[in-house]
């Protein structure tokens, strides 16, 4: 059951469409490098395609019905858009789910400090990140610094050609004898991930003037103080834009494509889809890479909450009703699958692997070793899909996340089956995930693309 690589089948028409996505897809990820910018744009483009805020709908107590398209946005950092159906929401909606956090390091609460003339920001890392990758590299501030008076200054640091870069210095190959004996797990350590942030003094001051030079130029553009680093949440990413990769242009490399790339392709599959017979729904989340928690995770209510409060446009909510409607409903959990790398094939079951250029990837299950942990779709959900995509000419394969004993991997698609919902794992495969910079297929997310609009439009 080997697939074809889709690249053969494609039209210039279908090649330039391909390319209109993927340029479109490396905006939203220059423009998205953290949560809050993801859904900053996110709402832009939904505003854009006639999408209007659900809090404005109950404050003027107007009612939705088929064709209205809503939003909710949580704490800034995961979003929700319906698009009203025809058919009752009791019958269930068309779900297209994914995360829009990536691994990153995020800078501490005390993270300032200065060590023989250089001055560092401390940082924890965030999801599970290969520590050794992230040294020796151009990196970006991104974030927020919110003051004691509600005020909030955004900072971005190292993405402007004229912007000074950060990075993490590694040693020396000349004296690193003992650092090449250890496992690559040791190599770097968690709390060697300091960012060196200066190394210049500022003039008049005696102790620790490379640390107040840096306080000083904060506070001159930003208006901050260090206490300020209190109510901060940075983030350090690498710096520099998403890329068309290989001599070919057949890929993009970019930071931030587990699973931006899924976020993306289902956001603009909902924005094209008008007038569904079921109600569609796309939700964007944050906190997927530490396990879904917190008010802005999956866990949280805010989905059940917001499908609660547009069901009372509708004129038709009860609790009884709200259950209804999420039991029925079908999803595709949106979320990136491992790329077969034939440099590391020994990682991979060759057979159920999923492959650069042919389609879209379902994982029926996710999970580690015996499906720990997964969501294991059944298979009268999957023969649905399955019909669905061969009727649109979606190129899509199947996959596991390597082989059975090597490891594995969640997502968010077993929280949404505690509905009683049927669920899928879908998305891109990608190389190098995890990786500070991530390739994926042009021609994989636009079939996934279509994918997504296809199960809005049919299922």
Not at 75 to 82: I, Q, W
Not at 302 to 308: K, P, R, S
Request: charge should be negative.
């Amino acid at each position: 059951m080997e697939r074809e690589n889709a690249w053969k089948k494609y039209s210039e028409e279908q090649v330039a469409e391909l390319e209109e996505v993927s340029a479109a897809y490396r905006k939203f990820l220059d423009k998205g490098k953290t949560e809050r910018e993801c859904v900053k744009e996110i709402v832009k483009l939904a505003q854009k395609a006639g999408y209007k805020d659900i809090e404005k709908i109950i404050s003027k107590d107007k009612k939705l019905k088929a064709g209205d398209k809503v939003y909710a946005v949580n704490m800034k950092k995961s979003v929700a858009l319906f698009q009203i159906g025809k058919t009752p929401m009791e019958q269930g909606m068309n779900i297209l789910g994914a995360h829009i956090d990536s691994p990153r390091l995020d800078v501490k609460q005390n993270p300032l400090y200065e060590d023989t003339d250089f001055a560092y920001m401390d940082t924890h890392y965030y999801g599970g990140i290969k520590k050794y990758q992230w040294v020796a590299l151009p990196l970006a501030i991104h974030g927020v610094i919110v003051k004691k008076d509600g005020s909030t200054a955004e900072v971005v640091i190292g993405e402007d050609e004229n912007d000074p870069v950060l990075c993490i210095t590694d040693l020396l190959i000349h004296l690193s004898g003992e650092q090449l004996e250890k496992k690559a797990a040791k190599v770097i350590e968690g709390e060697q991930l300091d960012i060196l942030v200066g190394s210049r003094p500022l003039a008049g001051t005696e102790k620790e003037s490379v640390k107040a030079n840096i306080l000083k130029l904060l506070e001159d553009k930003y208006q901050i103080t260090e206490e300020d680093f209190l109510s901060a949440e940075l983030e350090i990413v690498p710096a520099g834009k998403a890329k068309n990769s290989g001599i070919d242009s057949s890929m993009i490399m970019a930071y931030g494509q587990d699973d931006r790339v899924c976020a993306y392709t289902s956001l603009a599959a909902m924005l094209e889809v008008e007038d569904p017979e079921r109600t569609t729904c796309c939700l964007l989340v944050d906190k997927e890479e530490i396990g879904s928690v917190g008010a802005t995770g999956m866990q949280s209510r805010f989905f059940e909450n917001v499908t609660a409060e547009v069901m009372e446009r509708t004129g038709k909510y009860s609790e009884l009703l709200l259950r209804r409607c999420l039991a029925n409903s079908c999803m595709l959990s949106s979320d990136v699958s491992a790329a077969f790398d034939p440099l590391f094939a020994g990682s991979f079951e060759k057979k159920n692997a999923a492959y650069f250029g042919r389609g879209m990837v379902f994982n029926k299950f996710t999970g580690a070793r015996g499906k720990s942990g997964s969501n294991d779709a059944n298979a009268e959900y999957f023969a649905k899909i399955r019909r669905v995509m061969d009727d649109a000419g979606v190129a899509f394969q199947t996959a596991e996340l390597g082989k059975v004993d090597q490891g594995g991997g969640g997502t968010i698609a077993y929280i949404l089956a505690l509905y009683g919902m049927e669920v899928i794992d879908c998305g891109v495969a990608v190389l190098n995930m995890h990786a500070p910079w991530e390739l994926t297929s042009k021609a994989d997310i636009y079939e996934t693309k279509k994918g997504y609009e296809a199960f809005l439009k049919n299922v």
